[in-house]
Each structure stands twice: as C-alpha cells, then as structure tokens.
Nanobody, 117 residues
Framework: EVQLEEFGGGSVQAGGSLRLSCAAT?????MAWFRQTPGHERAVVAR????????TYADSVKGRFTISQDNAKNTVYLDMNNLKPEDTAMYYC?????????????WGQGTQVTVSS
C-alpha cells in the first residue's frame, strides 16, 4: 500500500514559480506528476525512477519544470518555473510500486495550480 500527500499548490502570475511536494509512505519504484483540466484526460507531466533518478518530461514543460527526489524523506518535488496560464490545472502525485508503466498507480488527492496572465 502507498499513501501520498501533496503540498505546494496555489495561485501565481505568469512567469512565476511554484514548488510542489509529494511525501510518500510505502514502496515507490517510480513516481510521477500528472495534471488535469476540465474536459481533458489526466496527462503525465514528469516521471522519476526513484532508484536511479532517471527523469522524463512532457514536451510542454521541458526546460521549465524539474522533478527531483529526496530518498531519505521518500519525497518527490516538482519545481515549476516560468509558469504560463496554460499550466493551470489540478496536479496529482502518483506512484507505481513495481514498474513505471502507469498500469497500476496510487494517487495523491491533487493540488490546484492557477496561473494568471
């Protein structure tokens, strides 16, 4: 079983920055951040393999967002820079215990990020 707790959402102006945190309990082989807006499916933003630290990003956030981890705290972060209005969404932390395929994910409760122009 995995439990995830998210912090750091809020409202910022375009060009600003936010840091999201996700504290996990239980096994987390792979962790990720997703986001979702009304009328759209939840889409991955960034992933990290917790053992080796390999990361991947959606094209829309490359160069602006950074996913990182603190293994001692079993916590992952999403540093979001140069935020744009189109980044406005509900952001969800997710974890996979055994793979990094999104076949069976545990989810956080979500945290709202709103970017104004």
């Amino acid at each position: 079983e995995v439990q995830l707790e998210e912090f750091g959402g809020g409202s910022v102006q375009a060009g600003g920055s936010l840091r999201l945190s996700c504290a996990a309990t239980g096994r987390t082989y792979c962790m990720a951040w997703f986001r979702q807006t009304p009328g759209h499916e939840r889409a991955v933003v960034a992933r990290i393999y917790t053992t080796g630290g390999r990361t991947t990003y959606a094209d829309s956030v490359k160069g602006r967002f950074t996913i990182s981890q603190d293994n001692a705290k079993n916590t992952v972060y999403l540093d979001m820079n140069n935020l744009k209005p189109e980044d406005t969404a509900m952001y969800y932390c997710a974890a996979d215990r055994w793979e990094c395929t999104d076949a069976s994910l545990y989810w956080g409760q979500g945290t709202q990020v709103t970017v104004s122009s």
